[in-house]
């Protein structure tokens, strides 16, 4: 169970350096940050943004870490993330060395990754370990339409087989991520994204997997309470023996 390997990394706050925030899209953003990533030590996990004026910290998960930088990939949806969108220089305080997480160990040697929209910057950083590993990934990125497609070449560029699915069929295979999964042969399945597109994974896949759930989260690290969700195991915190949970251990 995911739960007993919980966690070995510590919450760290820190003050980075913005360096980049370039639009991928039409509303998807990168960040470079650079500062103190010694608390982010699995992928999967995320870090908190405080902003000036908004009393909630901003939750982003972990696309690249490397070094002293940390790359985040983020969609403009509220206050906050315009507010970030606007940002070429200056300084963040940032909580790191949150979540647990994904776990290699489990991944066999044809994982598959399946990213939905915002759930796919996670999956570049698996991926990046999973190919150091030498592990023959295969990836799966969902999105509504051509114009909201990211880091297909990225991906590639990793030594990835790289599958992109739209909806209405204006890019790639027309259809959801699951009508890939009979196409593919893989060993074990890791996923982010909707908990819509998370519910067919589960229901879809032929192996064990990891699931990255997106929640609205207070603080971030378990003090609230307010991310909370039932398990066949009793309640867990999202944000904090979350994000990621194991297919055996969720309930719909």
């Known amino acids: 169970m995911m739960q007993s390997v919980l966690r070995k990394n510590e919450m760290k706050q820190s003050l980075f350096q913005i360096t980049e925030n370039t639009k991928l899209t039409e509303n998807v953003m990168r960040m ?26 901003r939750p982003i998960s972990v696309c690249d870490c490397e070094g002293d930088t940390v790359t985040i990939i983020y969609k403009i949806v509220g206050k906050g993330t315009e507010q970030m969108s606007k940002m070429q220089s200056g300084t963040l305080d940032i909580l790191t060395g949150l979540g647990n997480g994904y ?16 759930g796919v910057p996670p999956m570049y950083l698996l991926a ?9 990934v295969s990836i799966i990125l969902g999105f509504n339409t051509q ?9 590639k560029a990793l030594g990835c087989k790289v599958y992109v699915t739209t909806v209405d069929g204006s890019y790639g295979t027309k259809g ?8 593919i042969e893989y060993s074990y399945t890791y ?5 819509p597109m998370l519910k067919a994974v589960h229901k879809a896949s032929a ?11 207070g603080c971030g690290f378990g003090a609230c309470v307010g991310c909370s969700c039932k398990t066949v ?12 949970l194991e297919k055996e251990d969720i309930l719909w």
């Open 147 to 155: 114009n909201e497609v990211f880091y297909e070449e990225e991906f």
């Open 103 to 118: 776990d290699l160990s489990k991944s066999g040697e044809k994982p598959l990754l399946i990213g939905g929209g915002v």
């Open 176 to 183: 959801f991520v699951t009508s890939l999964f009979d196409s």
């Open 191 to 195: 996923s982010c994204g909707p908990e």
């Open 128 to 136: 990046k370990k999973l190919r150091e590993e030498g592990k023959e």
């Open 32 to 57: 470079r940050l650079k500062g103190d990533t010694s608390a982010i030590t699995a992928p999967g996990q995320f870090i908190n943004i405080k902003l000036d004026g908004l009393f909630l910290r």
């Open 233 to 244: 195991t009793g309640y867990i915190r999202i944000c904090k023996e979350g994000p990621v």
């Open 207 to 217: 192996t064990s997997g990891q699931y990255s759930f997106e929640e609205r989260m």
